[in-house]
């Protein structure tokens, strides 16, 4: 097993990406804590966990208020004795607008809950992590942070925000035993792309070069190479998992 005796945290784990990879991250041995906005959601997947004979926790947080995001760390200590593992998952998306219709609000939003939630849980995560000596990191980041995103400039600026604090701090880190990377998903078959028509997801299909969705697991497969000792000498890193779509 990956994570063999090792504890994990991941925001956002109530549904989709963040369950699939609080599954993957149990299923290689790591106790995990979860942590969402939805209480029921995040129950669930800690349910699932310990069906399949895994070990987690639920934790109440929304990652734009700090105090919140700040009692993670130590629930995790406290609840599994360590916390060796953090992936921050929590993000919001918009509708597709032009920019002049964009509200100060939906900025405000997108900017708070995916740029400013994931600085504010990677900041408690280094506090623990460089007392420890060690520690890795999975920051969850977007094509959308990578190329133009005509109509979702909230979004797109969000995730430009989470690849720029990745490669930061894990330069910043890298000689305290800490890395930090990042998971660039391309069109992942969540809930959002799971209700559209047929006829739309095949759309969307057709235009990535590998001619399929990907699915959570892809991504969860992912993030659990680069938590693991497999990428040991690995940081700073925003690794692509969609398809060939910006090969």
Known sequence: MLFENQAALVTAAGAGIGRAIALRLAAEGAAVVVSDVNDEAGAETVALIEAAGGRAAYKHANVAEVEEVNALVPF???????????????????????????????????????LRGTFLALQSQMAHFVEQGSGSIVNIASLAGIS????????????????????SVAKECAEQGIRVNAVAPGAIE?????????????????EIPMK?????EDIANATAFLLSEQASFITGV????????EA
């Open 76 to 114: 995790a200590v406290e609840t599994f004795g360590r916390l060796d593992l953090a992936v921050n998952n929590a993000g919001v998306g918009a509708m597709p607008k032009p920019v002049q219709d964009i509200t100060a609000a939906e900025w405000d939003r997108s900017i708070n809950v995916t």
């Open 148 to 167: 133009a995103t005509p109509q979702l400039t909230p979004y797109g600026a969000a995730k430009h925000g989470v690849v720029s604090l990745t490669r």
């Open 190 to 206: 969540t809930a959002a792309l799971a209700s559209l028509p047929a006829e739309a997801k095949a759309g969307y299909a057709a």
């Open 212 to 216: 399929r969705l990907g699915q959570p």
């Open 238 to 245: 925003v690794l692509r998992v969609d398809g060939g779509t």
